[in-house]
């Protein structure tokens, strides 16, 4: 029995390993990668600590090797939804009972098995699976998880902790509960760190949860459920299903005991799923948590004083890295007129260094997009770009998907601030670029605030504190994480919490106790040691003869 108040390990943020010819590290992620691929994996759902297989399969191929089969995984129905569900809430009792601190440890134990023996299989399963750079899988599989797991464990510990004040005769207590019923987790392809964080963080509150990852990010999240089952997660507390999203909502969303969503996907399918909820609304127990990250069309913009090749890194990254496969990636970008040639001109140097094609040659900057259906959407964009005779195109435009699905890396100029490719979310690996009269620039922070619907990320580059102050009041509402000097992506797990409002989302900052306060419902408790016994107040008592003679004038 628990005598103790317990400080759980102070978190730090997992170091990020280079990868560089001849390392450990990269000798093993080379050996994995040749493993995964000789294998063909046959990938079923768990529900309740077993594997559902339905015959059902469905193909896995790598983005940049869509001729190349690396499994078949098992696509589910409305059963196995409600399957999942019944699991999950037959798991919630005993889950919700047990003392926090043997959640914690569970989650404690599957990042320190991540930040050993699983890395390797995590980041090789991202890459093929998602088509990442060593670089970008290990800054997402394996560090961003491993920091999620430590600090969102960290950060339950402090919420515990928090504790009303108490009068003399009594004690005042504050315990925080798992939500009434199963959350459901929904979760994007592009960082496997999302998939694993959207179901733990919740879980490890004493949650249960039913997970639907996108069918593009399944080959890594089957290794994740195996690094959840070797941490100890119990069974039914974690299920992960393999349903079209319409088929999931029409059994979750209908069902009763439905708690809350954390959800990180496009900005018109959560918009459909909180109109969904709202019309469902007097079906549940409790009002639902709606938690979500979606969409972004994120901006760099840069004042006259600012730096020119810092700028131009900051674009060549913050656009490019991942294929702009990043709600983060900058995708608008303003420029002042006396810095614009000389920063796309270092812009254009970079782009001419990239080296594109397969994951496993690790000296390629760029990779394939995520499948078919983005490429196609995005070669209509550049097709229509290049037919503009409004705009033109200074580097990239190619693409060709006859081996993989490869987007060249594309900078677009345009002499309209409202160009569609300004205002609409792209997803890919193009960036657009409009210059301003560089005296301009608060003009120009109008503009910026009021193109796009979505508030998500943002950066300003200058020199002249004045301007980024004037940047940073002006577009005060237009990013929930704001870069002075930097690139808007590549936030930090207890350093930089994520998220966005407006089109972007609910802005609940994962990777803070923000997001943990999300997946509790507290219940205060007030104890009186010596109860009183007489319903009277001292205001009731009989007045004193001096003050009835006083009243009457004596």
């Not at 628990?2 to 390993?17: D, H, R, S, T």
């Not at 490719?421 to 503009?447: H, I, Q, S």
Request: hydrophobic letters at 40%.
């Amino acid at each position: 029995m628990a005598n103790a108040f317990f400080n759980v390990p102070l978190p730090i943020n997992e170091p990020v390993k280079g990868y560089a010819p001849d390392s450990p590290e990269r000798i093993e992620l080379l050996k994995t990668l040749k493993e995964f691929k000789q294998q063909e994996r046959d990938i079923a759902m768990h529900i309740g600590g077993q594997e559902v297989r339905t015959g059902k399969l469905v193909r896995m191929s790598p983005p940049h090797d869509h001729k190349h089969t690396l499994g078949h995984f098992h696509r589910g129905d409305a059963s196995h939804v409600q399957q999942a569900i019944d699991a999950a809430l037959a798991a919630r009792t005993e889950w919700a009972e047990l003392p926090w601190e043997q959640r914690a440890a569970i989650f404690l134990k599957a990042a320190d098995l991540l930040a050993g023996p699983y890395r390797a299989r995590l980041n090789a399963a991202t890459m093929l699976g998602q088509s990442k750079n060593a670089f970008q899988a290990e800054i997402d599989a394996a560090c961003e998880f491993i920091d999620f797991l430590r600090f969102n464990v960290h950060y339950m510990s402090e919420l515990y902790k928090q504790q009303p004040a108490s009068s003399p005769g009594m004690w005042n207590r504050l315990e925080h509960r798992p939500l009434e019923g199963f959350i459901f987790a929904l979760t994007p392809f592009n960082f496997t760190a999302i998939a694993g964080n959207l179901p733990t963080s919740a879980a490890m509150l004493g949650n249960v949860i039913v997970w639907k990852p996108a069918d593009t990010q399944i080959y890594s999240a089957q290794v994740l459920m195996e690094l959840f089952k070797e941490a100890g997660v119990p069974d039914g507390v974690i299920n992960l299903v393999y349903v079209d999203g319409p088929t999931a909502g029409n059994v979750i969303f209908q069902h009763p005991d439905f708690a809350g969503i954390h959800f990180t996907g496009s900005t018109g399918v959560f918009q459909h799923i909180w109109k969904t909820i709202g019309e469902n609304i007097s079906k549940y127990k409790t009002y639902p948590r709606i938690v979500g990250e979606t969409g972004g069309k994120d901006f760099i913009v840069a004042h006259k004083s600012a730096k020119a090749k810092a700028v131009a890194v900051g674009i060549s990254r913050g656009a490019f890295e991942y294929q702009g496969q990043k709600c983060s990636a900058a995708s608008r970008v303003y420029l002042p007129s006396n810095l614009a040639d000389e920063i796309l001109g270092y812009v254009k140097e970079d782009l001419a260094s990239f080296k594109m094609g397969d994951v496993e040659d690790l000296s390629n900057f760029i990779n394939a997009v995520i499948d078919e259906k983005s490429f196609d959407k995005l070669a209509k964009y550049l097709d229509a770009a290049k037919a503009d005779s409004s705009v033109e195109i200074i580097a990239g435009g190619g693409y060709d998907k006859s081996k993989g699905y490869f987007i060249e890396p594309t900078v677009i100029v345009t002499k309209d601030p409202k160009y569609v490719t300004m205002c609409e979310e792209l997803f890919g690996p193009v960036v657009t670029v409009y210059v301003y009269e560089a005296d301009k620039f608060e003009e120009t922070l109008e503009v910026v605030d009021q193109t796009s619907p979505y508030a998500l990320t943002g950066a300003v580059f200058s020199q002249d504190r004045y301007a980024i102050d004037l940047a940073t009041r002006k577009l005060v509402q237009a990013a929930g994480n704001f870069y002075i000097n930097d690139k808007p992506t590549g936030a930090v797990v207890g350093q930089q919490p994520f998220g966005g409002a407006r089109a972007s989302g609910t802005n609940d900052k994962a990777g803070s106790i923000l997001n943990l306060l999300r997946w509790v419902s507290p219940r205060t408790i007030k104890e009186t040691f010596v109860p009183v016994v007489d319903y009277r107040y001292p205001f009731l008592g009989a007045a004193p003869a001096e003050d009835l003679n006083r009243d009457k004038g004596i």
